[in-house]
Structures are given as structure tokens and as C-alpha cells.
């Protein structure tokens, strides 16, 4: 059975579904199967962040009101034959996803794939819940900021009440996901550091992507940014973080200490 | 402006760090979630059939850390329904 992971946030554009495409595509490189899937009926991008716009035929929706078969929905990546995206769609509204619908799907999606990842709406609205019910775990994107920490922690609450496992008394396993963080600024004190946000939020962290423009570069093209440069910065990040939902432990490294080897070797700086 | 706030402004991630503190230990304890709200009702209902007390005096609180979540439950009990129970 496959594991079901959300990326929620509560707030919008932090990263979520940028974050989706990149674990998603890092676990396929890993040689897993994994799907994605669009929660955000309406308001679907996941198709465009992973290039697979003009190749959407049918969608969640369709699929769930019985108009489509989910292998007919499923679209297969070009670049990896082990990751698959499953589109939400753009012309209905939320709520043509109903709670017994999204189960068999995902019920389905489990028994086929080793990862089904979620890309939640923003809000907390229905779109949200549905796409955090079926968890196993969830990744929280944060960015260091003060009204994304604010919403995270509201999205932390409703992981506790709203899903199956919470309602089966079991504990959701949740693990934050900091974006776009700038170490310069951290350490200049003009940005919220890794250590003040875990603190807030007291959940454990699954990894830090920084601020950068390979992730944008990426985006325009159509790609996961682990796909699109797998050797910058972003991409090792996600990597890392795809590894450590495997469940492998792994130091944290703060992206963006621009030490090279020299200063590896030399160790940390003075003072 | 001082001519020393040109070079040196106040850092201001501490200011955030203390502002979303204060802001969510409150949050989390107040309207936070249903399930609170709803835990408070029932207890009251079952403490109000043996003893008589004030709704306003029964406070539920929740905290969240890593590992687990601590249920506080505050009972204010008159002193006149106090002697009767005992």
C-alpha cells in the first residue's frame, strides 16, 4: 500500500505546489512510483509546474462523477515513466469533490502507487480538508514570514482534528517544509530564522529550500525543479527532503552557506 | 531619523518572533479548534448534572507541542455547591 502525503499551508503562494512537483519527481529519480494530485479544483497549476498543460484530457472531477476511467485521467510524465499526475479541474468548482468520491479514488491510487501526493488548496475551506483527509503525513510549507507561520499553525490544528487518522485517535506525522528562505537576511535579522519558526510551529523539519531563481526558471519551463537542474541549490533541497520522507535520517543543512570545500575544511568561520 | 538609523536599522525578525508568539499562544487557546469548543460544552453538561455551577467559570484549554497535546480543564466551582457535594 502506497503512503498518501498532503502539502498544505493554508496560505497561498508559498510553495506548495512547486513543492509537490519537485518531492514528487525527486521520489520518482529515487525510482518510486508516485502520482500527484491536483486538489485545487478551479484553480489547477500542478499540469502547468510540471509541463504537462496541453495534455489534459480528463480530471479529478470527471473521475470522481464517473465521466472518466482514472487511468484515462492519469497523465504520465515525459521525462520519468514512474511519476503521473492526476489534473484537477479548471472549469468546475469545488464542490463537485465529494468526500466518498475523493476516498475511492485515493483508495485506488493507493493500491497502484508507492506515493500519492496531495497538493492542497490554499484556505481551509473544503478543497483543503478533502485533500488532507486520506494523509498518512503531511508537509507543511512555510515561508518565513509572519503571516504564513500564523496560517501554518491554523493548517497544524485542523491536520489534528480534521483527517481520518485524527479522527481515528492516531497522530499525523507533520513536517515543515521552510521556503524561499534567505540566510543572509536570517542572519542579518531581517527574516525569521530556521530555529525561531521551529520553535513557533514545534514540528520537525523535513527540509529548507532557499530563495532562488532556478526555482522560477524551472517553473517556466514546465518543469520540477529537480528535473530542470538537478544540481542547484533548490533541487538538492528537495532531494534531501524526498529522502528523509522515506523515513532516512539526515543532517539539516541550511542551503546558502556559500562555503565551498575550502571552507568545509576550514570549518566555521570565526568568531 | 538619527543619522545612525541611515547605517543600523532595527532588526526586525526579533519583533516577528515575539509578535507570532504572543498572537498564536492565544489563538491556540481560544477559538483554536471545534474540538475544543465541543469538549467544553460536554464537560460542562456532565459536571452541571451533579454540581451547580457558573458556565463562564469552566475553562478548556489546549496546548500543542511536539509530542503531545496537554487538555487543561478548569472547573470553578462555587463554595455554596461545594459544601453540598461534600
Same mark, same amino acid.
Given at each position: 500500500?502506497?503512503?498518501?502525503?498532503?502539502?498544505t499551508?493554508?496560505?497561498?503562494?508559498?510553495?506548495?505546489?512547486?513543492?509537490?512537483?519537485? =518531492?514528487?519527481?525527486?521520489l520518482?529519480?529515487?525510482?518510486?512510483?508516485?502520482?500527484?494530485?491536483?486538489?485545487?479544483v478551479? &484553480?489547477?497549476? =500542478?499540469?502547468?509546474?510540471?509541463?504537462?498543460?496541453?495534455?489534459?484530457?480528463?480530471?479529478?472531477?470527471?473521475?470522481?462523477?464517473?465521466?472518466?476511467?482514472?487511468?484515462?485521467?492519469?497523465?504520465?510524465?515525459?521525462?520519468? !515513466?514512474?511519476?503521473? #499526475?492526476? $489534473?484537477?479541474?479548471?472549469?468546475?468548482?469545488?464542490?463537485?469533490?465529494?468526500?466518498? @468520491?475523493?476516498?475511492?479514488?485515493?483508495? !485506488?491510487?493507493?493500491?497502484?502507487?508507492?506515493?500519492?501526493?496531495?497538493?492542497? $488548496?490554499?484556505?481551509?475551506?473544503?478543497?483543503?480538508? &478533502?485533500?488532507?483527509?486520506?494523509?498518512?503525513? /503531511?508537509?507543511? %510549507?512555510?515561508?518565513? !514570514? %509572519?503571516?504564513?507561520v500564523?496560517d501554518?499553525?491554523?493548517?497544524?490544528?485542523? &491536520?489534528?482534528?480534521?483527517?481520518?487518522?485524527?479522527?481515528?485517535? !492516531?497522530?499525523?506525522?507533520?513536517? =515543515?517544509?521552510?521556503?524561499?528562505?534567505?540566510?543572509?537576511?536570517?542572519?542579518?535579522?531581517d527574516? =525569521?530564522? %530556521?530555529?525561531?519558526?521551529?520553535?513557533?510551529?514545534s514540528?520537525?523539519?523535513? @527540509?529548507?529550500?532557499?530563495?532562488?531563481?532556478?526555482?522560477?526558471?524551472a517553473?517556466?519551463?514546465?518543469?520540477?525543479?529537480?528535473?530542470?537542474?538537478?544540481?542547484?541549490? $533548490?533541487?538538492?533541497?528537495?532531494?534531501? /527532503?524526498?529522502?528523509?520522507?522515506?523515513?532516512?535520517? #539526515? $543532517?539539516?543543512?541550511?542551503?546558502?552557506?556559500?562555503?565551498?570545500?575550502? @571552507?568545509?575544511?576550514?570549518?566555521?568561520?570565526?568568531? | 531619523?538619527s543619522?545612525?538609523?541611515?547605517?543600523?536599522?532595527?532588526?526586525?525578525?526579533?519583533?516577528?518572533?515575539?509578535?507570532?508568539?504572543?498572537?498564536?499562544?492565544?489563538?491556540?487557546?481560544?477559538?483554536?479548534?471545534?474540538?475544543?469548543?465541543?469538549?467544553?460544552?460536554?464537560?460542562?453538561?456532565?459536571?452541571?448534572k451533579?454540581?451547580?455551577? +457558573?458556565a +463562564?467559570?469552566?475553562?478548556?484549554?489546549?496546548?500543542?507541542?511536539?509530542?503531545?497535546?496537554?487538555l487543561?480543564?478548569?472547573?470553578?466551582?462555587?463554595?455554596?455547591?461545594?459544601?453540598?457535594?461534600?
Amino acid at each position: 500500500m502506497g503512503k498518501v502525503i498532503v502539502v498544505t499551508s493554508g496560505k497561498g503562494g508559498v510553495g506548495k505546489t512547486t513543492s509537490t512537483a519537485a =518531492l514528487g519527481a525527486a521520489l520518482a529519480q529515487n525510482g518510486e512510483r508516485v502520482v500527484v494530485v491536483d486538489f485545487d479544483v478551479g &484553480l489547477r497549476n =500542478l499540469d502547468l509546474v510540471m509541463g504537462a498543460e496541453r495534455r489534459v484530457v480528463y480530471d479529478l472531477v470527471n473521475v470522481i462523477q464517473g465521466e472518466a476511467k482514472l487511468t484515462q485521467a492519469l497523465i504520465r510524465d515525459k521525462r520519468l !515513466e514512474n511519476l503521473f #499526475l492526476l $489534473p484537477a479541474s479548471q472549469t468546475r468548482d469545488k464542490d463537485n469533490l465529494t468526500t466518498e @468520491g475523493v476516498d475511492r479514488v485515493i483508495t !485506488e491510487l493507493k493500491r497502484v502507487f508507492d506515493w500519492v501526493i496531495c497538493d492542497s $488548496p490554499a484556505g481551509i475551506e473544503r478543497g483543503a480538508t &478533502l485533500a488532507m483527509r486520506h494523509a498518512d503525513m /503531511a508537509v507543511v %510549507v512555510t515561508n518565513p !514570514e %509572519v503571516s504564513s507561520v500564523r496560517d501554518s499553525d491554523r493548517i497544524i490544528g485542523l &491536520l489534528d482534528s480534521k483527517t481520518l487518522k485524527a479522527e481515528r485517535g !492516531e497522530r499525523m506525522e507533520k513536517h =515543515l517544509m521552510l521556503t524561499r528562505y534567505d540566510s543572509v537576511r536570517a542572519e542579518r535579522g531581517d527574516m =525569521l530564522k %530556521v530555529d525561531d519558526v521551529l520553535e513557533i510551529l514545534s514540528i520537525p523539519l523535513v @527540509g529548507i529550500i532557499p530563495e532562488s531563481s532556478d526555482v522560477l526558471r524551472a517553473s517556466n519551463m514546465g518543469a520540477p525543479v529537480t528535473l530542470a537542474d538537478a544540481r542547484c541549490a $533548490p533541487a538538492m533541497a528537495y532531494f534531501e /527532503a524526498a529522502r528523509r520522507l522515506r523515513g532516512e535520517q #539526515l $543532517p539539516i543543512t541550511i542551503p546558502g552557506d556559500k562555503r565551498g570545500i575550502f @571552507g568545509k575544511i576550514f570549518g566555521r568561520k570565526a568568531a | 531619523m538619527s543619522i545612525f538609523g541611515l547605517f543600523r536599522k532595527n532588526k526586525s525578525a526579533p519583533m516577528a518572533r515575539e509578535r507570532l508568539q504572543v498572537l498564536l499562544a492565544h489563538e491556540r487557546a481560544s477559538a483554536g479548534s471545534d474540538l475544543v469548543s465541543i469538549l467544553r460544552e460536554e464537560i460542562l453538561a456532565v459536571i452541571a448534572k451533579h454540581v451547580e455551577l +457558573d458556565a +463562564d467559570r469552566v475553562h478548556v484549554k489546549m496546548d500543542r507541542d511536539e509530542n503531545m497535546s496537554i487538555l487543561e480543564i478548569d472547573v470553578e466551582i462555587p463554595l455554596k455547591a461545594a459544601l453540598q457535594a461534600a
